[in-house]
């Protein structure tokens, strides 16, 4: 490990940068499943989100997160299905504030709250902490 970097998740050395998610269309889907020695679906395991194909074997495939099922929670599937929708969610919201705060600025008003509050969870998506 001679002139490597270690960090802790705490400590990325990235800190203070604008970050880029991956991109591509991203997807949820199931990925391990706990079997009977008959063969029959208990539970699933793991429920991988990827980018650009939620197929596995296609060049295309990249896992960008998993989300583990070891309680086997409907949670888990909708915390999935959250992380997949992330990218989607954030180019919405970038949209939404910055059409609102022109709107507000143009008639000479303050933009109200909630885009302060937007601003923020784009912010939080999007740089990390110094």
């Known amino acids: 490990m001679e002139n490597e970097t270690v960090t802790s998740a705490g400590n990325c050395p990235v800190d203070g940068k604008v970050m880029q998610h991956t991109p591509g269309e991203w997807f949820a889907s199931c990925a391990d499943q706990l079997r009977t020695d008959a063969g029959h679906h208990v539970q699933w395991l793991r429920y991988d989100i990827s980018a650009n194909s939620e197929n596995i074997k296609d060049d295309a495939y990249y896992r960008v997160a998993s989300v583990s099922n070891v309680n086997n929670s409907e949670q888990n599937l909708s915390n999935a ?19 609102w705060t022109q709107q507000f600025e143009r008639a000479g008003h303050m933009a109200p709250a909630w885009c302060k509050q937007a ?3 784009i ?8």
């Open 123 to 130: 912010a939080k998506a999007t740089e990390r902490a110094a």
């Open 81 to 99: 299905l959250l992380i997949a929708a992330a990218p989607d969610l954030l180019a919405a919201l970038k949209v939404v504030v910055n059409d």
């Open 119 to 121: 601003r923020a969870a």
